[in-house]
């Protein structure tokens, strides 16, 4: 059974920079063909794909976001962490971790704010 | 970037109708299309894999189909727990995109 979960301060303030950890398990982030990433939605709006990182070490990032995030693995303790820096009330919203193959994460609700 | 557009955005449908979901891409994506469900407070659930594949916790009156830009989710008899929010995500092309949801609602 693949499951995933989300972990990470709930309140943050501008400009600092966010980590989320995804901890998962029922797979290998070693095996070929895996991947992770993650995904946010702001109140009331749509979906958005941020970041994604492969069994190989292969990432992608959003276009608009790229120069803000990172994400790396560490395999040996099944997790996949994701920074976010200079925090904005806009980044405000709930921020998924998620397995390619359609697993998801519960969620971490984030919010920006002073 | 892809941009996935959903319709309607939202659909009141009576329990035992049939409900049908679209969602049009900017630019063809193969069948590289999920449908996901969303409850409240819940994580999204895939439903739908490579446009017509249904997955197995999901019954067989969730259909989807379509490809290139056009594509379908079908509900063919809406019961109480269906009730919710629809996504379609293509991932044919990163940045990967989400449909903007149909809010599914008893009528």
């Known amino acids: 059974q693949i499951t995933l979960k989300e972990s990470g301060p709930t309140r943050v303030k501008p400009t600092q920079t966010l980590t989320l950890t995804c901890s998962f398990s029922?797979?290998?982030?070693?095996?070929?063909?895996?991947?992770v990433g993650w995904i946010r939605q702001p109140p009331g709006k749509a979906l958005e794909w941020l970041a994604l990182?492969?069994?190989?070490?292969?990432?992608r990032y959003s276009p608009s976001l790229k120069s803000r995030l990172t994400i790396t693995k560490d395999t040996s303790k099944n997790q996949v962490v994701l920074t976010m820096s200079n925090m904005d009330p806009v980044d405000t919203g709930t921020y998924y971790c998620?397995?390619?193959?359609?697993?998801w994460g519960q969620g971490t609700l984030v919010t920006v704010s002073s | 970037d892809i941009v996935m557009t959903q319709s309607p955005a939202t659909l009141s449908v009576s329990p035992g109708e049939r409900a049908t979901l679209s969602c049009r891409a900017s630019?063809?994506?193969?069948?590289?299309l999920a449908w996901y469900q969303h409850k409240p407070g819940q994580a999204p659930r895939l439903l739908i894999y490579?446009?017509?594949s249904t997955a197995t916790a999901f019954p067989a009156r969730f259909s989807g189909s379509g490809s290139g830009t056009e594509f379908t989710l079908t509900i063919s008899s809406l019961q109480s727990e269906d009730f919710a929010v629809y996504y379609c995500?293509?991932?044919?092309?990163?940045?990967?995109?989400f449909g903007q949801g149909t809010k599914l609602e008893i009528k």
């Open positions: 029922g797979f290998s982030l070693s095996t070929s063909g895996m991947a």
């Open positions: 490579a446009a017509s």
């Open positions: 990182i492969y069994w190989d070490d292969d990432k």
């Open positions: 995500q293509q991932y044919n092309n990163w940045p990967y995109s």
């Open positions: 630019q063809s994506v193969s069948s590289n």
């Open positions: 998620a397995h390619t193959r359609g697993y």
